[in-house]
C-alpha cells in the first residue's frame, strides 16, 4: 500500500485567484488503477514517486508507521495513536521492557508498543486472533490465544494493558505477571468501566490517575486558521493503576 498526496492547485485569472483545488490524500494499492472522484489513475502512473495527470500533481509515499497500522483490517476497533502515545510516555516504556498485552483485538495497541519493547499479546476469540496474527505478521509480537482472566504465562511484565470489557476479573493475573512497582493500565470506553475497575482494586495496587485524551485539529491555510469544526472524538479513559508488592 502506498500513500497518494494529490497536491494543492490554484487557478489564477492575471493576479486575481479564482479556484482553489484542497490537498488529498488516499491509501491506495499501487498494483490496481485507482479512481478518483473524476479521473481514473492508471496504475502504470502509480509505480512512480511523482507524476502529473490532467493538471494534477501528484506524490507517491510509503506509509508511516502510524498509516500502517491504521489501515490494519478490523477485526475488533483498534486504538488511535494518541491514546497509544500517552501509555507509552506515561509508563516509561523502552527498549528493555516487556508488556503484556490483551484483548489483542485488531493488533492496533501491540503493533504500536512493539516498535518500542517486547509484546506479549492474549486474545480470546479466534476470528479476532486470525485476524489479528495477520495484520502483525511484520512486527516482533508473540500472539497467544487465551483468556487474559485465566491465563499463567509464568513470566513478569513490566507494563500490563487490558483492553477487554470486564478488566476488573484480571487482577489474578496481574498479580502473576506484573512486576513489583510495574504499570496496569486499563483502557475502558465507559467511565462507568473504569469506576468498577477502581472500586475493585486489591490492597497491593495504586490507582494512580484516569485521563481521556482530547486531540483537537487545526485547520491552517493562508485565510482560515481555526480549529477544525469536526466534532472531538471520543476513544475512551485510560487508568493508570501500580503494583506495589
Ligand atoms: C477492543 S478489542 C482490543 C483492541 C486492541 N487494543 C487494538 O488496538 O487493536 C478487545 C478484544 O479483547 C478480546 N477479549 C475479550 N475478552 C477477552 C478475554 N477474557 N481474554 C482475552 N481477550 C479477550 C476481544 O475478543 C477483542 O478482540
Redesign the pocket.
Known amino acids: 500500500m502506498k500513500l497518494l498526496i494529490k497536491k494543492q492547485r490554484q487557478i489564477f485569472d492575471g493576479e486575481k485567484l479564482v479556484k482553489t483545488f484542497q490537498e488529498e490524500r488516499h491509501i491506495i494499492n499501487p498494483e490496481k488503477d485507482f479512481q478518483t472522484k473524476t479521473f481514473k489513475i492508471p496504475k502504470e502512473k502509480l509505480k512512480q514517486s511523482a507524476f502529473t495527470h490532467e493538471k494534477d500533481n501528484f506524490i507517491l509515499l510509503d506509509l508511516s508507521e502510524k498509516e500502517k497500522i491504521t489501515t490494519f483490517k478490523r ?5 488511535t495513536p494518541k491514546d497509544a502515545g500517552i501509555i507509552i510516555s506515561k509508563t516509561g516504556l523502552n527498549k528493555n521492557s516487556k508488556v503484556l ?10 503493533a504500536h508498543l512493539s516498535l518500542i519493547c517486547k509484546v506479549t499479546s ?4 479466534k476470528e ?1 486472533l486470525e485476524i ?1 496474527k495477520k495484520n502483525l505478521e511484520n512486527y516482533e509480537v508473540e500472539v497467544i490465544e ?4 485465566k491465563i499463567d504465562l509464568k513470566q513478569k511484565f513490566d507494563v500490563f494493558t487490558l ?3 470486564e478488566p476488573w476479573k484480571a487482577f489474578k493475573t496481574a498479580d502473576k505477571h506484573l512486576k513489583k512497582g510495574g504499570y496496569l493500565v486499563v ?1 475502558s470506553p465507559q467511565i462507568t468501566q473504569s469506576q468498577k475497575t477502581i472500586l475493585a482494586l486489591p490492597e497491593n495496587y495504586l490507582h494512580e490517575e484516569t485521563v481521556e485524551i482530547i486531540e483537537r485539529q487545526w485547520k491552517i491555510t493562508d485565510k482560515i486558521v481555526r480549529p477544525e469544526t469536526k466534532d472531538f472524538q471520543h476513544t475512551a479513559f485510560l487508568t493508570f493503576i501500580r503494583k506495589t508488592n
Open positions: 477485526g475488533a476497533q483498534l486504538i498485552d490483551a484483548g489483542t483485538g485488531t493488533g492496533g495497541l501491540s492474549v486474545e480470546k476469540h479476532h489479528a487465551g483468556d487474559i482472566y483492553d477487554v470489557p483502557y
